[in-house]
């Protein structure tokens, strides 16, 4: 039987964090941050098996785009 485990982690700015590396780091993708103008490239990360952008109902279907949602995030933080 499998166990669910499930890890939340807040990404600051402060800390030097990015919405958008993050996710191009947990996709194992690449990505262009708009915010600061850099392109995140975590494309030859091994160990990613899988990944997939789920939306809720209602969602708007522009951000099945992983680099627009998550430059969407970062554009709506204003911290």
């Keep these: 039987m499998a166990i669910?485990?499930?890890h939340v982690k807040v990404i600051?700015?402060?800390a030097g964090s990015s919405a958008v590396a993050s996710a191009a780091y947990r996709s194992a993708s690449r990505?262009?941050?708009d915010?600061?103008?850099r392109v995140q490239d975590f494309s030859?990360?091994?160990g990613v098996v899988h990944s997939e952008v789920?939306?809720?109902d209602g969602a708007p279907?522009?951000?099945r785009d992983r680099e627009r949602r998550?430059?969407?995030v970062e554009a709506f933080e204003l911290r």
């Design 4 to 6: 669910y485990h499930l």
């Design 12 to 14: 600051g700015r402060r």
């Design 31 to 33: 990505l262009r941050d």
């Design 35 to 37: 915010r600061i103008d």
């Design 44 to 46: 030859s990360k091994r």
């Design 54 to 56: 789920l939306l809720p």
């Design 61 to 63: 279907e522009v951000w």
């Design 70 to 72: 998550w430059n969407d």
